[in-house]
C-alpha cells in the first residue's frame, strides 16, 4: 500500500470505551500528525510528531493519548471520550516539519461516541 | 479576528465560469501558504503551494498578497469536477515545529 492509510475508518464507541486509531504512512517522512476536523469547523491540529518526538501538543484533553513507536506508525488512544469528540479524525505525513513541506493525508477515522 | 479566515460559501457557478476566493492571514510572519481541496467525506489533497511571485497550474492560479496579508485562488474555465471544500493553510514559525492554521474552507459548487 502507498501513501497514509488510517484504521478503522469508522468507530462507534461509547463513552467508558478504550479504544485506538492507528495510522500508518508508506511516504519515508519523518513528521506525523493527528488532526480534527468537526462540522462546519476548521481543521484543528492536535499532535505532531517530528523523528517519533512529540514537538506540539495543542491543549489536546488528556483523554487522547497519542504514541509514535517509529517514524512509519502513530496511533491516538482514546478513553473516556465525551460525545463532542465524535469527528473525523485525520492523520497527516510530511517529509519535516519545516514550513515549506507539503501534508499528505490519510482517508481519516470517523469516530462517533454514543 | 481568527488567524485564518474564508468566506464559507457556497458559490454556486455554472460550468465554465471563472471564480475566486480569497483567504486572509493575521500573523505577519507566516511563511508558508497552500491551498487544499476537500471533496465530501474525503481527505484533504494538496492542490497547489502559493509562492510569493505568484503561481498558475492549468485552469488554477494562486496569489500571494503580503501587503494586505491575503491569499487567492482562482479557477477559470470551471469543471463540474471542481465541486469542492477548498482549504486555505498558513504556516507560520513556531517554537518546536511550523504552527499550521488551517481555514474553515470555502465551498463551490459548479452547476451544468
Known amino acids: 500500500e502507498t501513501g497514509v492509510t488510517q484504521t478503522p475508518r469508522h468507530l462507534v464507541m461509547g463513552m467508558t470505551n478504550k479504544k485506538s486509531l492507528k495510522c500508518e504512512q508508506h511516504?519515508?517522512?519523518?513528521?506525523m500528525y493527528w488532526y480534527k476536523q468537526s462540522a462546519k469547523k476548521p481543521l484543528e491540529l492536535m499532535f505532531v510528531y517530528s523523528l517519533e518526538e512529540r514537538v506540539e501538543n495543542n491543549s489536546v484533553p488528556s483523554r487522547f493519548s497519542p504514541e509514535c513507536p517509529n517514524s512509519s506508525h502513530l496511533f491516538l488512544h482514546l478513553h473516556t471520550l465525551q460525545p463532542e469528540d465524535s469527528a473525523l479524525y485525520l492523520c497527516?505525513?510530511?517529509?519535516?516539519?519545516?514550513?515549506?513541506?507539503?501534508?499528505?493525508f490519510g482517508p481519516g477515522t470517523r469516530l462517533t461516541v454514543l | 479576528r481568527k488567524e485564518v479566515e474564508q468566506d464559507p460559501g457556497p458559490f454556486n457557478v455554472p460550468e465554465g465560469a471563472t471564480v475566486a476566493f480569497n483567504c486572509t492571514y493575521s500573523n505577519s510572519a507566516s511563511q508558508s501558504f497552500f491551498w487544499y481541496r476537500q471533496d465530501c467525506r474525503k481527505e484533504p489533497k494538496l492542490l497547489m503551494s502559493?509562492?510569493?511571485s505568484g503561481n498558475e497550474d492549468g485552469r488554477f492560479t494562486a496569489q500571494l498578497n503580503r501587503a494586505s496579508q491575503y491569499i487567492s485562488l482562482l479557477i477559470r474555465d470551471s469543471k463540474l469536477s471542481d465541486s469542492a471544500t477548498y482549504l486555505c493553510v498558513v504556516k507560520s514559525p513556531g517554537s518546536s515545529a511550523s504552527k499550521i492554521i488551517f481555514g474553515s474552507g470555502t465551498r463551490l459548487s459548479i452547476r451544468p
Open positions: 511516504l519515508g517522512h519523518n513528521a
Open positions: 502559493v509562492y510569493s
Open positions: 497527516a505525513s510530511s517529509q519535516s516539519t519545516l514550513a515549506g513541506d507539503e501534508q499528505f
